[in-house]
């Protein structure tokens, strides 16, 4: 096995030096699991709870293996959790009565950057979140893209990818931190500029099941289409609700127009799974085998 250390391991020493010598000589101690606080400022903002649980059943087989990294403060509850905040939820759910910590004296500074290199470095975060830990690594630190990059294992594109997704639309900051798409999905969508369109593509991503590959598929046909003239609205208030009807159940945009002599229905879709899913509307799962 390499010699090579964790970046978790660079990031904690390089904050409070000494913690991965004094945790290797064991100087830990068991305190009441009450007499720790999480720390305020913890980056993390959902919690998984199939994996709290699954961590839970864990330390019931086996104990805490790696000590809570803690400082000391006043009031009721002496210890404030630096890192390992997991892991002490997932011990309070398994019952124990005291936990493993490790007790280093560290500045207000120092609890919030470890708590989130920690957290990005362990992979605990949504992309979301850890654009946000990105974001505050930056404004509080004054750190540098190259600089969060270096002290968090990944490269400087990967944070300013991160960073990017901040800046798009509710909609798609809300389906990534919800894992409703992931955050290759949000940068295939953030090629559109568009508003209005990028949440048209986005609800087609997430009805539809899309891949990145085929969000990027869509987002570019989106992109390089000729703007034309939106048709004008039926003028008719029965014809707009007949649309506002079908567009809802297909999940596209329908026009209808109407004349003396008759009249059309427009469907619009721009991609096969697209087409795909309004056939199943259309004329049923069983036919779909026929095309």
């Known amino acids: 096995m390499s010699g090579r250390r964790s970046g978790l391991g660079r990031g904690l020493e ?15 101690t068991f305190v009441d699991v009450d007499s720790l606080e999480p720390n305020p400022s913890q980056p993390r903002v959902r919690w998984d709870e199939d994996a709290l649980e699954s961590l839970a059943a864990s330390i019931r087989e086996h104990g805490i293996i790696q ?26 759910r398994a019952g124990l009565s005291s936990v493993p910590i490790l007790v280093r004296e560290a500045t207000p500074s120092q609890i919030l950057e470890l708590a989130l290199v920690e957290n990005i470095q362990r992979a605990d975060l949504n992309a979301i979140e850890e654009a946000l830990a990105y974001r505050q690594l930056a404004v509080e630190f004054g750190m540098k893209q190259a600089e969060i990059a270096d002290r968090v294992g990944k490269s400087r594109p990967a944070v300013a990818n991160a960073l990017r997704l901040l800046s798009a639309p509710e909609a798609i900051r809300e389906a990534v931190a919800n894992d409703e798409i992931s955050a290759g999905h949000a940068k295939a969508l953030l090629q559109i500029e568009d508003v209005s369109t990028q949440t048209q593509v986005l609800e087609q991503v997430i009805r539809l099941g899309l891949s990145v590959r085929e969000t990027e598929r869509l987002a570019q046909r989106a992109t390089t289409e000729r703007p034309r003239r939106e048709p004008p609205r039926a003028s008719d208030p029965t014809m707009r609700a007949i649309e506002t009807d079908l567009q809802r159940a297909l999940g596209t945009r329908v026009e209808v127009a109407r004349s003396k002599s008759g009249g059309r229905i427009t469907i619009n879709f721009h ?15 069983e036919e779909l085998d026929d095309y």
Do not use: K, M, N, Y
């Open 14 to 28: 390089s904050l409070i030096p000494g913690i991965g010598a004094e945790s290797a000589r064991g100087s830990t």
């Open 67 to 92: 000590p809570i990294l803690v400082t000391r403060q006043g009031g009721t509850r002496p210890f404030q959790i630096i890192a390992g905040e997991r892991r002490w939820r997932a011990a309070q």
């Open 271 to 285: 991609s096969d799974e697209e087409l795909t899913a309004i056939l199943h509307h259309i004329v049923g799962t």
